[in-house]
């Protein structure tokens, strides 16, 4: 939509307004850019070199990239952090998808508070409750294993998704689940069969913003888990960066190697993406 | 037809929901989300406000010493100082985006159209996805000694005032700020630009013809037109700084001395390394009221008049 007026009204504004536009954000783009060109620049000088900021290696060490993967097992690190993702963002998306439903179509006496206290865990920042979440998971016996991540992430999770999901549902009109419910439907074939496809979109958006907190996680995994082979790729990174500090080519090339599956996602999902970054900073 | 039927519906439903099933299956839909929610949100909360009240290292016997550890929290010098920090980096992680993003948006208003601005967009959003300890990494490394930041001073003649920007006393708190804008630039950015976009071009091409200045057409046009985008950086960036850990932890440790420990930081600390679990848990609980009462105020001030 945006991209359209910006098309429209390039064509009757001045060429120098749109060359200012260009150069001020190719300056931003640089910026934006500069710490990874710095990083690709250092992970190929000799490891453990202090190479300065930025020089294109005479020879530039591509082995580095291979000894990072093997040192910080990214392999074993890909395969955990992939097992977290894939047990929180399912079913915080559905439970979160079922209790924005709930609330917003269903609403039975009540609900309104328990509403308002999910939309109070909105700004919660992780650190209030991590000490006594330490001892609760320790309590259920999970400590140091994935599930003291996933199942912690799906709480904390819960109010942005029910907030979410309810703001999508509340814009449905009745009329679209009171056809379903004529024909007999229960509420729960009504969710599925109707309501579900409908908000298809709102929950593709949820799911893109969950993967990435639960990839990016770094709070939880750090204390929660003692190995960090068994964290995510952001929690291993500084277990990583602890242990190869003072090698900076072979850190740039780990941290690299530990940012690239975001980024690769990104760019070929990037429209889902910014549509999910963006409304989820304004509904957030 | 469908007007008269969804009316109809409607009433089958609401005399419907009155039975005790429904009420049950509805309360069925909220009760998953809910168990997870006060099982690691809530409870936690509540047990927060407990230790808070103990003095308890965590294993042994835990006494009780009502508000004493709040009395810490909020007297004792090392401690404002930390709670200084995060406002301190408030400024950094706020300002910076906010007014940069404002700049950008009102600069380029309707041109990020076409494969030039959707390439811009992409990359600009790239601080968003990666993680925030890599952002740290990749900034220890542009901010050291001989970093790119150090190389671009030298290359203008600055070269006297390189340095290795977080280790330094005075300097690395603002060196954590700048990494921190950083991170939140972009996000800003986009938000301001898609803002700026949807304020009705006329308005600008009337306050052209009226002989408006630039900063009159900032001040009256896109500045009220921009509110609610406004007030969603501010809230957003206000959160990060003042709950950031990930990039502190990574970048300084908190280092030098106090100079970039911010509360989240030393709630890890106290809790985990000094096992004083009362004493994190007061600052835990200062920190949650903090962030509510900071956001409170922005959201109120932006949202009124929508």
Redesign the interface.
């Known amino acids: 939509m945006t991209e359209a007026t910006g098309d429209r009204d390039r064509s009757r504004v001045l060429p120098v307004g749109a060359l200012t536009a260009r150069t001020i954000l190719v300056g931003l783009m640089v910026v934006t850019l500069m710490p990874f060109v710095t990083m690709f620049s250092a992970a190929l000088a000799p490891s453990g070199t202090y190479p300065p900021g930025l020089q294109w290696p005479a020879n530039p060490q591509w082995q580095n990239f291979v000894d990072a993967f093997e040192a910080a097992h990214m392999d074993q690190l890909l395969l955990s952090s992939t097992i977290i993702a894939l047990g929180v963002v399912p079913i915080s998306v559905l439970i979160g998808t079922m209790a924005g439903f709930g609330i917003a179509k269903l609403a039975p006496k009540g609900s309104t508070v328990v509403y308002l206290l999910f939309v109070l865990g909105l700004t919660l920042p992780f650190e209030g409750i991590i000490t006594p979440l330490y001892y609760e998971v320790k309590t259920f016996g999970i400590l140091n294993t994935k599930l003291a991540i996933i199942l912690p992430l799906i709480g904390l999770y819960m109010p942005f998704s029910v907030y979410w999901m309810r703001a999508h549902f509340v814009n449905v009109p009745d009329e679209m689940g009171e056809a379903a419910s004529i024909d007999g439907a229960s509420a729960w074939q009504q969710f599925w069969l109707v309501q579900v496809p409908i908000a298809r979109p709102a929950i593709l958006s949820l799911a893109i913003l969950q993967f990435l907190w639960t990839w990016n996680q770094f709070l939880l995994p750090i204390v929660l888990v003692e190995v960090p082979l068994e964290r995510t790729m952001a929690g291993a990174l500084g277990a990583f960066q602890g242990q190869w500090g003072t090698n900076i080519p072979l850190l740039c090339a780990g941290a690299l190697i530990i940012i690239a599956p975001t980024v690769v996602l990104f760019v070929i999902f990037q429209k889902q993406f910014v549509a999910a970054l963006l409304q989820g900073a304004v509904k957030g | 037809m469908?007007?008269v039927?969804?009316h109809?519906?409607?009433q089958?439903?609401i005399s419907a929901?009155v039975g005790k099933r429904?009420?049950l299956?509805?309360?069925?839909?909220?009760a998953?989300?809910?168990a997870?929610?006060?099982?690691?949100?809530?409870?936690?909360?509540g047990?927060?406000l407990y230790?808070s009240l103990l003095r308890w290292d965590?294993i042994g016997k835990a006494q009780f010493k009502g508000l004493s550890n709040y009395l810490v929290v909020l007297s004792e010098s090392d401690f404002l100082q930390i709670l200084g920090n995060a406002f301190q980096l408030v400024v950094y992680f706020t300002i910076i985006p906010v007014a940069i993003g404002l700049g950008?948006a009102s600069?380029?208003r309707?041109?990020?159209?076409?494969r030039?601005?959707?390439?811009?967009?992409?990359?600009?959003?790239?601080?968003?996805?990666?993680?925030?300890?890599?952002?740290g990494?990749?900034?220890s490394?542009?901010l050291?000694s001989?970093?790119?930041?150090?190389?671009a001073l030298s290359l203008i003649g600055l070269g006297s005032i390189t340095r290795g920007w977080l280790g330094d006393f005075d300097f690395a708190l603002p060196a954590v700020g700048l990494i921190g804008a950083?991170v939140l630039?972009?996000?800003c950015?986009?938000?301001l630009v898609?803002g700026i976009?949807?304020i009705d071009?006329n308005l600008y091409e009337a306050a052209k013809i009226d002989g408006a200045t630039a900063w009159d057409e900032f001040r009256w046009i896109t500045l009220p037109g921009l509110r609610q985008?406004i007030g969603?950086?501010v809230t957003?960036t206000v959160?990060a700084a003042?709950?950031s850990?990930?990039i502190v932890?990574?970048a300084t440790g908190g280092g030098p001395g106090l100079q970039t420990t911010v509360?989240?930081l030393e709630?890890?600390r106290l809790?985990?390394a000094h096992r004083q679990?009362g004493l994190?848990?007061a600052l835990?609980?200062v920190?949650?009221l903090l962030?509510?009462v900071c956001?409170l105020p922005i959201q109120w001030l932006t949202r009124q008049s929508k």
Request: aromatic fraction near 14%; proline fraction near 5%; charged fraction near 5%.
């Open positions: 469908a007007l039927d969804g109809r519906s409607r089958v439903r929901s429904t009420v299956v509805a309360w069925a839909f909220i998953p989300a809910f997870f929610y006060a099982t690691f949100v809530l409870v936690p909360i047990m927060s230790y965590g950008v600069a380029i309707n041109h990020l159209g076409g030039f601005g959707a390439t811009a967009r992409t990359v600009l959003f790239i601080p968003q996805v990666i993680p925030l300890v890599a952002a990494i990749a900034w490394w542009m050291a001989n970093g790119v930041v150090n190389q950083w630039l972009g996000l950015t986009m938000l898609t976009a949807r071009p985008e969603v950086c957003v959160i003042l709950a850990f990930d932890y990574i509360p989240g709630i890890y809790a985990f679990v994190a848990s835990a609980v920190l949650m962030v509510i956001v």
